[in-house]
């Protein structure tokens, strides 16, 4: 929160696969809002560690003094002017929701 | 032992931009719900964000009135979290490279001691929408209309020392953003938000203590009591053998207290990685020496403008400052009247008083600036007396007509010749003989008595200084004897 953050792409990435070679991946669950049994943990467990396995051949390679890349497309981002474009047809979009009340959406009580 | 708080604030900045950040929809507040939500801003599968020029421009805006760098290559995030009122299951952020680096804002305390606030970095991204978790039993409705407003996210540095420096610099960054014309600054209705980071640490410590972070808060007031509050809470556990916990908070204002939302450790993992659907951002030195050009007079210069060339007082050219609306109207008076501090008073007085007590905003001041220069105008001309250009005042409020209509339609204009004057005052000199017996004694307090029946003979009209001259000429003859 503090402090300027200096961190390049790329090693964004690297730390969050650093922190994974020991998975801890009923945290990765949680965030992921999954429940898996075992048969699914163990087999997305041995799905991880050949993709972590692939990660760290990435990683072996030398990418000192090259930039950090983005996106793979060479090209820069187009800008829209700043108009109203869209339509809104609520009820449209409101056919494929479970529950709508009053122009909203409705979901399982959220408790903070 | 003496205690020292340390406070960093983050604010989000709602842009003022006619559509939202990534979609061609309204970021209007108050829409029926989900009546501004396009299938961009409801995550519909297959649909892309396409960046809003305005918003990168507000944003550059807002980097170079604080001496920022702007970087030229900026790239857009995905912060993923689950929640509701976010669609897509992740906000579009700039994490590792926000659009604005490194700044400054100083804020000016009220016994005139000037602090500079860091400003880490800002960064553009996507509102989310809005939980209602009132009305409907067992349920959460959600209204996506918000979801997509572009948001300038402004992160200070720890350099904030006491609630009210905090609250200084919410009020400085808010009326800055408001002479960028980038937000609107309605509190109301959210358009600034704002999250403080709060610690405290032994005074003379260099190490920071364990902070906490208050969510949303939404007044100054708010957020001076919210951060007291905080560091109190902190200091009695840290003074009773305690360790302050790492959390999230929320201010009460009912309460005057801020509660644990959550402990940080466990919810902020947002495995942020670059947007695949938006391509990074190049800015060259030629758009942003553009933007530069178009910024206009910020408030510490104008404000320093107001106090050398217009020689008003501090606390004169601070208050017609603050807010840019009450600055233009000042300048368009001023450009009639061509008395600074006159023209001051009557802004900070009666305009004032008055749209205080119709609850108005500047904006919708009834009287135009030009009109109150002009009323302003014909005191300076002796057309009229102060104490009629009150009622002068009031009658352009309730739009009765132009100053000059008035005045005629209304027969105000101060009788300033002398012959018709000198005339009243002996006629209410002769019909009070024991009065003007009175004054010879010396009893010089009837004199008032005078000016009070000149006055109405004249229906307010008389010019008082003239008035009064007559008077003390007319009682000196009286008294030698001479006619």
Partial sequence: MFGSVRISASQVFALGFAAMTNIDINHLCRLAKLALNDTELRAVRRDL???????????????????????????????????????????????????????????????? | ????????????????????????????????????ACPVDIGLPGVLPVLNAEAVRMAVKFGLAIDAEIYPYSIFDRKNYFYP??????????????????????????????VAVGITRAHLEEDAGKSLHTSYPGMTGIDLNRTGTPLLEVVSEPDMRSPAQAVAYFRQLHKL?????????NLAEGSMRCDANVSVRPLGSSELGERSEIKNI??????????????????????????VRRDTRQYDSERNETRSMRTKELSDDYRY???????????????????????????????????????????????????????????????TTGDAKLTANWIMGDASAALHRDELEWGDCPVPAAELGRLIARIKDDTISSKL??????????????VDEIIDVRGLRQLSDSAALRGIVKKILNENPSQ???????????????????????QGRANPGQVNELLLDSLKEGATGKE
């Fill in chain 2, 218 to 243: 939404n007044s100054f007031r708010f957020v001076e009591k919210a951060i007291a509050f905080e560091i109190e809470r902190q200091i009695d556990i840290l003074e009773s053998g305690g360790k």
């Fill in chain 1, 49 to 112: 560690d050949r993709i972590i396995a692939m990660v760290d051949q990435m990683q072996a390679m030398d990418t000192h003094g090259v930039e950090p890349l983005a996106h793979p497309l060479d090209v820069e981002q187009r800008l829209r002017p700043d108009e109203i474009t869209e339509k809104v047809d609520r009820e449209r979009y409101q056919e494929g929701a479970p529950t709508t009340r009053d122009g909203l959406y409705l979901v399982p009580r959220v408790v903070e």
């Fill in chain 2, 1 to 36: 032992m003496s205690w020292e708080a340390v406070i960093g604030l983050e604010v989000h900045v709602q842009l003022a931009t006619k559509s939202k950040i990534f979609s061609g929809a309204s970021p209007a507040f108050g829409g029926a719900p989900n009546s501004q």
């Fill in chain 2, 273 to 335: 990685f670059p947007d695949p659907d938006l391509l990074p951002v190049h800015l060259t030195s030629a758009y942003i020496a553009e933007v530069k050009a178009s910024l206009p007079e910020l408030p510490e210069a104008r404000l320093a403008r107001f106090r050398t060339e217009l020689g008003l007082n501090d606390y004169d050219a601070a208050w017609l400052t603050n807010d840019p609306v009450i600055a233009d109207y000042f300048e368009a008076a001023l450009s």
């Fill in chain 2, 389 to 402: 250009a009150k009622t002068i005042f009031d009658a352009l409020w309730v739009e009765e007509g132009t």
């Fill in chain 2, 177 to 185: 953003v408001r002479y960028l014309e980038i937000c609107d600054g």
């Fill in chain 2, 85 to 114: 009122d976010l669609p897509k299951g992740y906000q579009i952020s700039q994490f590792a490279h926000p659009i604005v680096g490194p700044g400054t804002l100083d804020i000016r305390m009220e016994n005139g001691d000037t």
């Fill in chain 2, 436 to 458: 003007v017996a009175q004054y010879q004694t010396g009893k010089n307090k009837v004199l008032g008595f005078f000016v009070g029946q000149v006055m109405k003979a004249t």
